[in-house]
């Protein structure tokens, strides 16, 4: 059993950075495909971006295209999202997930994922 934990979350104003990372343990990075999803209060999780098991495919939703990218470095378990002119639309809940992957594709349902991070908070201000 994989688990996911998600850091760097903060308040940030508008136009500003943050790298938000998510370390695993438990299971070999490599071997799993990744993704980060938001969640703002009364509305549905959705996606951010994906990246397949050996980092060569890649998808970000249209809202965040240019904005943000997705990496990770499997010698440290570590996968990361760097958000650039962040607006306050981008506030939210962010969650990092992974799950088992030998196709070498990227996935972007909520319900494709197998293991989850418990989130962590993005304030965008202004």
């Known amino acids: 059993q994989v688990q996911l934990a998600e850091s760097g979350g903060g308040v940030v104003q508008v136009g500003g950075s943050l790298r938000l990372s998510c370390a695993a343990s438990g299971r070999i990075l490599s071997t799993y495909a990744v993704g980060w999803f938001r969640q703002a209060p009364g509305k549905q999780r959705e996606f951010v971006a994906a990246?397949?098991?050996?980092?060569?495919?890649?998808y970000y939703e249209d809202s965040v295209k240019g904005r943000v990218t997705i990496s990770r470095d499997n010698a440290k378990n570590l996968v990361y999202l760097q958000m650039n002119s962040l607006k306050p639309e981008d506030t939210a809940v962010y969650y990092c997930?992974?799950?088992?992957?030998?196709?070498?594709?990227?996935?972007?349902?909520?319900?494709?994922?197998?293991?989850w991070g418990q989130g962590t908070q993005v304030t965008v201000s202004s």
């Open positions: 997930a992974g799950r088992r992957d030998y196709s070498g594709r990227y996935f972007v349902g909520v319900s494709e994922y197998e293991y």
């Open positions: 990246l397949s098991r050996s980092g060569g495919s890649i």
